[in-house]
DNA sequence: TATATTTGCTTAAACGATTAAGCAAATATA
DNA sequence: TATATTTGCTTAATCGTTTAAGCAAATATA
C-alpha cells in the first residue's frame, strides 16, 4: 500500500482550475460561491479522499478543537462516566478531547497541564488530584487566558467554573437515613480534610451528629487515603475500640469496600450489628453481597454541566473567570448494607 | 486578568535584534548557533514566557505528535492500565495521546476514528469493539498511511500490528488447572466466537477438554457478552441443567461475579460443589468472598509493546504495515474460588 | 599570502487553510 | 440608458514555525 499524499484544497482547486480560497469557501458553503462551483468542489474532494487539514485550520483560525480532560484516574465508574458525558456533548460541537490521569499525583498532574497546553488545547476540565494543594500550575492555565473547568476535586481558591455535588448535605442525608434505621452510634471514615470535598463531608458529619445529638467523638472519626487496603485497616481500627459504633459512613466506595471485607470477616452481622454507607455509587455496591448504600453523584450530569460551561466561555469573545459553582443535589441510594428496617 | 497575547519566536527574535530563524535555531540547539546566541535567546525566551505552539511546528513538519487510543471501555482495569503503560512510554518520546472509548459500539468506534484522523494523530493504537466485524474504517487508517497497531481485540485480517496474550493455552492452562483440582465437568461461559480472542479461548477450552478426556458436551459451552447480567443468566442456565457442572471457566471476570452470585444466591459451595475461574485478573476478583481465580493479561506490558511498536513505525519513513504477532505467555492467578486442595 | 573551511547568522519559502480586500461581470434599480 | 448593487470569483496576506539555501566574516590549511 503506497504511501500516497494526501489532497489538500490546492490539489481541488487545481482539478477545476478556480483558486484554493474559492474551494474553502465552497467547503464552507459561503453565501458568495455558486451552487454549481460548490457541487463540483464537493464531488471533487469526494474524489480525492480530501480530509481538511486540521493543524492548518487550527494554526489560522487560532483555535485547536481540542479540550484536555485531566481526571485522578479513568478506572472509576465515576469519572469515565463523566468523561463519556463530556465527550458526548463536546464532540457534537466538533470538540475532540484528550483525556489525561493524574494517578492522584501531583507531579503528573503537573505535567498533564504542561502537555495540554503544549497541544494548544482551548480549555481545560479538571478533577484535582488528592496530593494537588499547591496551585500553582492551574493559574498558570488561568494565565494564559484558557477556560478552566473542576469538577468533583475543585478549589474555590482559584475562582473558575466549579461543578459538583452538595457534599455537606449528602452527609446529611446519610446520617439522617442512619437515625432513622436506629442507629445511635455513627463514625466516619472520611478523605483527606485538605481536599474541599472531603472536609465538606467531615463538617456535614460533624452538624448533622450534633443536631441529632448523637456522641461526636474523635475515635470515631478518621481521615483516610480511601483506598481498599486503608478502607479495611480504618475499620479495623474502629472495631479495636472499647465502645464501638453501629454504623460507618465511609466517604469513598472503594474504602467501604475494605471496610465491608473486614466487618465479614469478623462476622459481624450486617446490617444488625454494623450499617454501612459508602460514597460513590460504583456499580460494584450493587453486586456484591451485602449489596452496599451509597451516593449517587450523578456523574453524567456533572460531565453536562462541564461540558456546556466550557462552551459558554468558547461563545463569550474574552475569557473572563470567576468562581462559578454548579451543585447538584446527590441521591442516596439505600441498599442492604443499611437497610435495617426491611430486614 | 487581562488576555495577553502569547509570545512567538518573533517577538524574541526582535527583542535581540536577530531572525527568527536563528532564534527557532537556537532553540532546538542548532550547532550552527553561538552558545552565547542561545543562552540569550534561552533568557528571553523564559522572561517573555514563551510557549511554543505545537499547531504551526505540526503543521510545518506534518507531524502532529499527538496517538490516537481507542479502547471499548476505559473502566476496566485492563484498558486502564494499558493505556498508563502507553502513556509513559509515548510521552517520554514527546508524544501525547488522545483517548477514546466505543463503548462497544461500531458506529462509535467509526465515529472516534474519523475524529482521531481529523485531529491528524500520527499514529492509532485501538482495541476493537465488540460489535465489529466490518473493517472498513480500521483499512481507512491504513491507506491513509498511518500507523495502525492492535492489541487485545485485533483482526488478523488486517494484517497490522497486534499485541495480545495467547488465548488459546491460556484456556489450556485453566483447563489443566481446573482438572488438577479434581474437576470432571467443565463448563465454558464464552465470549461471541466472532471475536478473535474468545474464539480461540473457546477453540483452547475445546481441545483442552478433548485432551483430558473430559464430556464435551453443547449444553457446557455457552456463548455470552460477558456482561455481568449475562454471567447471571448463563449460570443460571447452567444450575438448571439436569447434569450440573463441578467447574466453570468464564471467559471475563464481569461475567464472573454475576455467575459468583448466583452460585452464592443458591448456595452453592465454592469451589467444592463448583470451582470458578476469571478472565482478566481485575482487582475486585482478589477483594470479594470467595475471591475469583483469574488470568492476568500483563497489561502494562501490552501497552508497553504497544508503544514500542508505534515508535519503531516512527523511525522508518516508509510506514510498511504487516501481520507482526506479539503474543505474550498469560499468567493464571489461583485464589479461593478454585483452590480446592488447599480448603 | 592565498585559498578552503567553518561559523554564525539571514533570507525566503513552505506547511495548508482562512479571510480581508478587490475586481470584473451580471443583474437590479432609477 | 446610466448607475448601483449583487454575484462569483481572485489575489495576497496571514497564522507560527521550520528549513533549505546563501552569504559574509572568522578561522584553518597549504
Redesign the interface.
Known amino acids: 500500500?503506497a504511501?500516497?499524499k494526501?489532497a489538500t484544497i490546492k490539489d481541488i482547486a487545481n482539478v477545476l482550475n478556480i483558486s484554493p480560497a474559492a474551494v474553502s469557501k465552497a467547503l464552507h458553503d459561503d453565501s458568495r460561491i455558486s451552487e454549481k462551483t460548490k457541487k463540483a468542489v464537493k464531488q471533487v474532494a469526494k474524489n480525492l479522499n480530501y480530509?481538511?487539514?486540521?493543524?492548518?485550520s487550527?494554526?489560522r483560525k487560532g483555535k485547536?478543537n481540542?479540550v484536555g480532560v485531566i481526571v485522578p484516574?479513568?478506572?472509576?465508574?465515576f469519572f469515565?462516566?463523566v468523561?463519556?458525558s463530556i465527550?458526548e456533548v463536546l464532540?457534537k460541537e466538533g470538540y475532540?478531547?484528550?483525556?489525561?490521569?493524574s494517578?492522584e499525583s501531583y507531579k503528573k498532574e503537573c505535567?498533564n497541564i504542561d502537555?495540554?497546553?503544549?497541544?494548544?488545547v482551548d480549555g481545560i476540565i479538571a478533577s484535582m488530584a488528592n496530593e494537588t494543594v499547591k496551585l500553582d500550575y492551574y493559574e498558570k492555565v488561568?494565565?494564559?487566558?484558557i477556560p478552566l473547568i473542576l469538577f468533583d476535586r475543585g478549589e474555590n481558591d482559584l475562582n473558575v467554573d466549579y461543578i459538583g455535588i452538595n457534599d455537606y448535605e449528602s452527609s446529611h442525608m446519610i446520617i439522617e437515613h442512619l437515625v432513622n434505621q436506629g442507629c445511635k452510634r455513627i463514625a466516619h471514615i472520611g478523605g483527606f480534610k485538605r481536599t474541599r470535598i472531603f472536609n465538606n463531608r467531615i463538617k456535614g458529619y460533624i452538624d448533622a451528629i450534633k443536631k441529632h445529638n448523637l456522641p461526636l467523638e474523635d475515635e470515631l472519626l478518621i481521615e483516610s487515603s480511601l483506598t481498599?487496603e486503608d478502607g479495611r485497616a480504618k475499620m479495623q481500627q474502629l472495631l479495636n475500640l472499647e465502645n464501638k459504633p453501629d454504623a460507618v459512613y465511609v466517604a469513598g466506595d472503594y474504602a467501604a469496600?475494605?471496610a465491608l471485607?473486614v466487618l465479614?470477616e469478623n462476622k459481624i452481622n450486617i446490617p444488625q450489628e454494623m450499617a454501612l454507607v459508602g460514597f460513590g455509587d460504583e456499580?460494584?455496591t450493587a453486586?456484591?453481597?451485602p449489596s452496599i448504600s451509597s451516593i449517587n453523584q450523578h456523574s453524567k450530569e456533572i460531565g453536562r454541566l462541564a461540558a456546556l460551561t466550557f462552551l459558554e466561555h468558547m461563545k463569550k469573545d474574552?475569557?473572563k473567570?470567576s468562581l462559578n459553582k454548579q451543585i447538584l443535589d446527590a441521591k442516596l441510594v439505600v441498599r442492604d448494607s443499611s437497610d435495617i428496617s426491611s430486614n
Open positions: 500500500m504511501n500516497k494526501k480530509q481538511p487539514n486540521h493543524l492548518a487550527a494554526l485547536s481540542l484516574r479513568t478506572n472509576s465508574n469515565s462516566s468523561i463519556q465527550e464532540n475532540n478531547i484528550i483525556i489525561t490521569q494517578n505535567d502537555a495540554l497546553l503544549f497541544t494548544q488561568k494565565s494564559k487566558g481498599i469496600l475494605g471485607q465479614n456499580p460494584f453486586l456484591i453481597k474574552v475569557v473567570q
